[in-house]
Structures are given as structure tokens and as C-alpha cells.
């Protein structure tokens, strides 16, 4: 993905701290006091410009959504929505998602979204993918016993990968689609990026996974 400079991205984050919390690692283990309800949370690594969380939250307003995104100026384009909408369960961050297990503790997050992440194909930067291992245990370290991670990418390559590493690491594969546009899967909330690529007629894969729960 290219991204265009937006040298007032950082200053309008700093504007809208209700919005993008600053500091998220002071609601490890209450986030449930930032949302004032009980209710499950679930998240998006690379909420990009925030069109998916957005209908989210939406659609389902008994569930608390947070968007995580690394790049100031792209998760300015999903604050604009949130501004616009003012939905009061979402909320965004802008952080990396290695520090996933600084700022949610065990069993915080219920179902984590991974939405057209980078495939990074090369070999070399395999560690990198947001479904390789270790990747796959920070998860664990923050999900509810059997939660889930629901994954969507334009990318065989990526999708073959993810499914051998769910797999590999002992998650149940409950739903596979190949083609997930004509496959009559009901629900659906396309990102920008899913609209693009199947408006070029590329297949769009999907898959949810679900950890096993611990003997």
C-alpha cells in the first residue's frame, strides 16, 4: 500500500482523543470502564480507513469494536467516519499490533478481524505476516478461551499460508470460502480495498478460525 504523506494527521489524532485513545495501555484489563458496559470486544489489526469497524459497529451495537492502525494517516480517514458517526462502541488506536498484549490482558477481546492484511510475500519477511506464530500466540494471549479470528484477502498465496498456519498451530477452521461473494455468505461488510479488487472481479477468500479450548 502507498501512503500519501498527511503531515496533519498527527496533530488531528491529538485532536480527538475521545475518538483515538492516547495511551491505551492505562485500560489494559477495564476496558470495559472506557465503553461503561460489560459487553464483548471485538477487534481489527489494520482497520485501514475504517469502513469495515465503521458498519460494524453499526450493525451491532451490543458488541464494543476497536480498530487498530499503524499509519497516522491512514486512520485518520477511518476518525472521520467515527467523527461523522459518533458511534459510542468504537473506538480506534494508533499502534502497532506487536503491543497487543500491553494494552488488552487475557480474555479482553473476543473475535479478532485481520481484513486484506500485507501478504508479505517474500520468504524472508514470512515473520512478518499478520498469521504467522507468533503472531497467532499474541492472540491467544488476549482472546477469550476459543475465540476467534475471522480473516479475509484477495491474496491464494496469503490465504493457503494462513490455513496451514491456523492449522499448524491447533485452531479449528469453521468456515472456508474460496470465492466468498458467490458463496451466499450472509452478513458481509466489505472493506475499500474488497470493493476495488472485486470490482476487478478478483475472488475474495475468507476463512474464521477458532482456538481450541485449553484442557
Known amino acids: 500500500m502507498r501512503l500519501r504523506n498527511k503531515p496533519w494527521a498527527k496533530e488531528k489524532i491529538a485532536a480527538y482523543p475521545q475518538y483515538i485513545i492516547p495511551q491505551p495501555e492505562q485500560y489494559k484489563g477495564r476496558w470495559h470502564e472506557l465503553f461503561s458496559n460489560d459487553r464483548p470486544i471485538h477487534i481489527e489489526i489494520g482497520t485501514g480507513k475504517g469502513r469495515f469497524i465503521t458498519e460494524m459497529a453499526k450493525m451491532h451495537p451490543h458488541i464494543n469494536y476497536i480498530g487498530i492502525e499503524l499509519y497516522e ?94 492449522s499448524q498451530y491447533g485452531l479449528v477452521l469453521q468456515y472456508v470460502s474460496l470465492d466468498l461473494h458467490r458463496s451466499g455468505f450472509e452478513g458481509n461488510v466489505m472493506t475499500e480495498y474488497e470493493q476495488k479488487f472485486s470490482e476487478k472481479g478478483n475472488p475474495i477468500y475468507r476463512c474464521e478460525a477458532k482456538y481450541r479450548k485449553p484442557m
Open 73 to 166: 494517516s491512514v486512520i485518520v480517514c477511518a476518525l472521520d467516519k467515527l467523527i461523522d458517526h459518533d458511534l459510542p462502541n468504537l473506538r480506534l488506536l494508533n499502534v502497532n499490533a506487536k503491543e497487543l498484549t500491553n494494552i488488552f490482558a487475557k480474555g479482553e477481546v473476543e473475535r479478532i478481524y485481520l481484513n486484506f492484511s500485507d501478504p508479505w510475500p517474500k520468504k524472508r519477511h514470512e515473520k512478518r505476516r499478520l498469521t504467522y506464530r507468533t503472531f497467532l500466540e499474541l492472540y491467544e494471549n488476549i482472546l477469550v478461551d476459543e475465540g476467534e479470528i475471522h480473516f479475509k484477502t484477495d491474496n491464494r498465496e496469503l490465504f493457503e499460508y494462513s490455513l496451514v498456519s491456523f
